[in-house]
């Protein structure tokens, strides 16, 4: 079954003249306006119709009647003696729905019957693939009529009753066959087409279209025909001719060829008219021709395909889709209206000529007789609406012309289930809304006081349940705290050139976790490890919004340090709603003075001191002798630079340093501060 209630998320109904009001999720009280041809449709339409301005109004009242044990429609006829005959994929059988009741009346020698029309005396001709067998249905008798040798597909059948003659398209190579009442049939035109997937008769002239290269021929004689419109798509679904020599056609484009052999398949998946699945989803194109071929673009779907096409008695086209099951129409100034929803994924045939209108849907196939324009059931019903959390509601607000009865109701599975409220008392102006607190809601209008009204708006303010910001971790991106398993990251190789002193900024960050979107403010302090007092990093006035910040420390002694992170959502909220939330960091060095060098001497052949820092460890220890640039690296006297006073011997005998060389030394601590410090050689 078609999906019925789409679940949008509470920014997806936004307009985007909200959305821009909404970004972030706008402090305070929100609002969700409905107020556009896509909001509207994405609901649920019983007996209305939206139109591509966003109006709703009063439309086809559908009735419902199932035809038992068939899953897909290829072609419906409303027959003269005022049945309708539905030919299908299930096995080729072919159904009468009369009076209310339907029957099978009989089934074609393959897999699906594929086309009806109404021909000679009355008599019903039935097309019907994959064998290229025509049949007949005429009092009551169901009966093969004739064969065409050549072709395995008859995927549409036309009847000119000017001239007497039956046009079948036909494929798998692209012929049209002219068959006269005697059951001779000659291949009356031959296109480099895969497929004939439609044909259509109009003041005795003849057009037929591709399902290969998606061409629309003029047939303008025997065996001669002129390209009317290329589409440059997958298929030219249908041919309907107008009043005044004009003709209408929908075109597809389809992920694969849409006509055979996918159309072949028996089972419940099997394709429909020009062989496209029910779950296949194309773009789909409706164009007029005048009498002169000028063509017109009239609709355009980007998101579907078209599986239907016919005109009512107005002249005004119809058609149905092939993946939602809905129904559009379009007037002269390309107003297009979605005047039905089914429940079933694919309309594929239409009946809207005369007294007597039905809808035929498939998966499975229901006949859908149109009842009259608007009534009591007349609704529409929004898309389940996600205000992200638990909402209180306020004043619910429309804008229509003509009277409407508007309900709501809520609830906190994203699908209404026995768990949501019951639909509110309805309202016929605007006025509190009754549902209670909810995370999901829906809006439901009915037309049933007036025929006439048309709905154009929509709004439902709200305000949300306040969520607490959390931060979740605190980083300090240019400090050696951050990797303590790795002491001497920060500092270049051995030997290698010295930079600029380090920087005495410390960069924090942090993650926030914010449930509701609010807008978000921080405060920063510190304190310092073995004390209890803390103090503020910020400026009294300054006010921090990022999940960064720039720690000057020069004025800091140094030693460990912890900085604590607090957050509130009191930018979005009244101080008595407001929340917070706070985290301290793991230990951060400050350290901005370098080591020392004490002891500095030569005895002999070896070298000898003591480096020592504030708060240390001390990192690297190296020598050279002036006037090189090989620094060599000074191993301490306990093996491992691991403490704030680290003593360290060199034996200078492999260095070869010549008598009265002076040597330099220089010590990094952790945080790159550096001394130098020298003497001279024995």
């Given amino acids: 079954m078609k999906r019925r209630i789409a679940l949008f998320s509470f920014l997806s109904c936004l307009s985007a003249d909200l959305l821009v009001a909404s970004e972030g999720y706008a402090v305070g009280t929100r609002r969700i306006a409905l107020r556009d041809s896509e909001d509207f449709s994405a609901g649920k339409l019983e ?67 594929t086309s009806l029309v109404e021909a000679w005396d009355g008599s019903v001709i039935i097309g019907s693939l994959p064998h290229g067998k025509l049949y007949e249905y005429k009092a009551g008798k169901f009966s093969e009529w004739t064969a065409i040798p050549d072709a395995q597909h008859i995927l549409q059948l036309a009847f000119d009753a000017q001239n007497q003659v039956l046009y079948a398209a036909t494929g798998p190579e692209g012929k049209l066959y002219r068959i006269t009442r005697d059951k001779k049939a000659q ?19 003849v057009f037929v279209g591709g399902g290969d290269k998606a061409k629309l021929y003029a047939v303008d004689a025997p065996g001669r025909a002129s390209v009317l419109y290329d589409f440059g798509r997958t ?9 005044a020599g004009d003709i209408y056609a929908i075109a597809n484009e389809l992920s694969s060829k849409a006509s055979l052999p996918s159309g072949t398949k028996n089972d419940n998946d099997s394709a429909g008219p020009g062989g496209s699945s029910a ?6 194109t409706l164009y007029h021709f005048d009498k002169n071929g000028v063509p017109e673009q009239l609709l355009d779907d980007t998101s579907e395909h078209y599986t ?17 099951g809905k129904v559009y129409t379009v007037d002269s100034n390309r107003n297009s209206v979605l005047v039905a929803d089914t429940q079933e994924r694919q309309v594929p045939a239409l009946l809207l000529n005369g007294k007597d209108r ?21 609704t529409w019903t929004s898309a389940v609406i996600d205000a992200g959390l638990r909402a209180h509601f306020g004043r619910l607000d429309w804008a229509a012309e003509g009277k409407v009865e508007i309900a709501t109701r809520s609830g906190n599975a994203a699908e209404p289930d026995d768990t949501w409220s019951q639909w509110s008392a309805p309202l016929t102006q605007p006025g509190e809304i009754q549902s209670p607190p909810a ?91 073995g004390t209890s007092e803390w103090f503020d990093i910020l400026d009294p006035n300054e006010k921090l919004t990022k999940t960064s910040y720039s720690w000057d420390t020069a004025d800091l002694p140094e030693g460990r340090y912890r900085v604590r992170v607090i957050v509130s959502d009191v930018l979005s909220n009244s101080p008595d709603r407001a929340l917070q939330h706070q985290l301290d960091s793991y230990v951060v060095f400050v350290d901005n003075t370098p080591p020392e060098v004490r002891g500095l001497k030569v005895d ?19 020598v050279a002798v002036a006037g090189s640039d090989e620094w060599y690296s000074v191993t301490p006297a306990d093996g491992v630079l691991d403490e704030p006073s680290e003593e360290f011997r060199l034996d200078l005998t492999p260095l070869a340093v010549p008598p009265h060389a002076l040597l330099t030394v220089r010590v990094f601590d952790e945080e790159y501060n550096r001394v130098v410090a020298s003497t001279v050689a024995r």
């Fill in 604 to 622: 002999g052949h070896m070298l000898s001191g003591t480096a020592t820092d504030g708060i240390g460890p001390i990192a690297r220890i190296e």
């Fill in 358 to 378: 039905s809808l035929i849907s498939s998966d499975p196939v229901v006949v859908h007789p149109v009842r009259g324009v608007g009534g009591a059931d007349s």
């Fill in 308 to 324: 239907s096409l016919a005109l009512d008695d107005q002249g005004s086209p119809y058609v149905g889709t092939g993946s939602e």
């Fill in 235 to 243: 298929e030219v679904r249908a041919i309907v001719a107008g009043k």
């Fill in 279 to 284: 779950k296949t989803k194309g773009k789909g």
């Fill in 187 to 205: 291949v009356y035109l031959d296109v480099d087409e895969e497929h004939l997937t439609s044909v259509a008769v109009a003041n005795g002239k």
């Fill in 439 to 529: 995370r999901f809601f829906q809006v439901r209008a009915r037309f049933n006081q007036d025929a006439n009204a048309v709905l154009s708006e929509v709004s439902i303010p709200f305000i949300t349940d306040n969520l607490r910001a959390t931060i979740s971790s605190v980083q300090f991106e240019n400090s050696s705290s951050k990797a303590m398993a790795k002491p001497s990251a920060k500092l270049i190789a051995s030997g290698g050139p010295i930079s600029e002193r380090p920087d005495e900024d410390i960069s924090i960050t942090w993650k926030v976790d914010n449930p509701d979107k609010d807008d978000l403010r921080y405060w920063l302090k510190y304190k310092r490890e």
């Fill in 47 to 113: 007996g209305v119709a939206v139109d591509s301005a966003g109006r709703v109004r009063a439309s086809f009242n559908l009735g419902s009647i199932a035809v038992e044990g068939a899953t897909n429609t290829w072609a419906a006829l409303h027959t003269k003696g005022g049945s309708v005959l539905i030919a299908t994929g299930n096995e080729g059988r072919v159904f009468e729905l009369n009076a209310g009741s339907v029957k099978e009346i009989g089934k074609v020698d393959g897999l699906a019957a």
